[in-house]
Structures are given as structure tokens and as C-alpha cells.
């Protein structure tokens, strides 16, 4: 079992910017990617973005430019940079472990308010 730890949401105004972070339990070579996923009122969750072990990122359209998912193996984190936020960025984030096994783990969840 794997848990994960969120922090880092809040209010932010548009244009404003916010770091996500996300502590995972266990091993960092035990997980094959970590990432981000949003799910917005009313809104099925959809990826923001996700990094493998290796390093390589994948964005949603919706955030490239303006998002940078990080990962910091040693210490089993992963960070999401949020800058130029828009309102339609309003959401709960969770973030996301899978394993090599396949299988998903997920966090709580952190939300990010963007508005005036």
C-alpha cells in the first residue's frame, strides 16, 4: 500500500502561481510513474500531467507552457509547477503513483481555487 501526501493548494488569483507537492510512501523504484491528475465540479478527472521513472513528462493540452511536472526520486516527490493560472484551472488535484505492477494509487487531493 502506498499513500500519498498533498500540499501546496489554495486561492490564487488569474495569473498567479502555485507549486503542488506530493509525498509517496515506500520505495521510488517500486513506482513507474507519478503525476497529476484534476477533476473539476461537475467534470470527470483528467490528467494534468505525469513523469516517469526515467523522466519523461506528458501534459494535457489545456496546461502545456504553462505547467512543469517535477519528480525528485531520492525523496519520492513529485511537484507540480502552476504558473499563469487561469479559472478554468479550478479543481481538486490528486496526485497519482503507479506502480510497475500496474497498479494506481491515489491521494486525497488538494484543491486549487483560481479567482478574482
Known amino acids: 500500500q502506498v499513500q500519498l501526501v498533498e500540499s501546496g493548494g489554495g486561492l490564487v488569483q488569474p495569473g498567479g502561481s502555485l507549486r503542488l507537492s506530493c509525498t509517496a510512501s515506500g520505495s521510488a523504484s517500486d513506482n513507474n510513474a507519478m503525476g497529476w491528475y484534476r477533476q473539476a465540479p461537475g467534470k470527470e478527472r483528467e490528467l494534468v500531467a505525469d513523469?516517469?521513472?526515467?523522466?519523461?513528462?506528458k501534459y494535457a493540452d489545456s496546461v502545456k507552457g504553462r505547467f512543469t511536472i517535477s519528480r525528485d526520486i531520492a525523496k519520492n516527490m513529485v511537484y507540480l509547477q502552476m504558473n499563469s493560472l487561469k479559472p478554468e484551472d479550478t479543481a481538486v488535484y490528486y496526485c497519482?503513483?503507479?506502480?510497475?505492477?500496474?497498479?494506481?494509487?491515489w491521494g486525497k487531493g488538494t484543491l486549487v481555487t483560481v479567482s478574482s
Open positions: 513523469i516517469s521513472y526515467g523522466g519523461n513528462t
Open positions: 497519482n503513483v503507479r506502480r510497475w505492477s500496474g497498479t494506481n494509487y
